[in-house]
């Protein structure tokens, strides 16, 4: 799953389909300080 290109942008790779959200915050923050911002993203992903 997790495969790092030097080269490349920093981000694992995932091979299957899947879905991606740009929100503000770092592993800590967003369910902490920013909870609010990755609840309504959370929840706009589940409406749609």
């Known amino acids: 799953m ?4 030097p080269d490349r942008d920093w981000q694992p790779h995932w091979p299957l389909p899947h ?3 740009d929100i503000p915050g ?3 923050s967003l ?3 920013d909870a609010d ?3 309504a993203a959370i929840r706009a992903w589940l409406t749609r």
């Open 26 to 28: 770092h592993h800590y």
């Open 2 to 5: 997790r495969r790092i290109d």
């Open 37 to 39: 911002t990755t609840a």
């Open 19 to 21: 879905d991606t959200a």
């Open 31 to 33: 369910v902490h300080h």
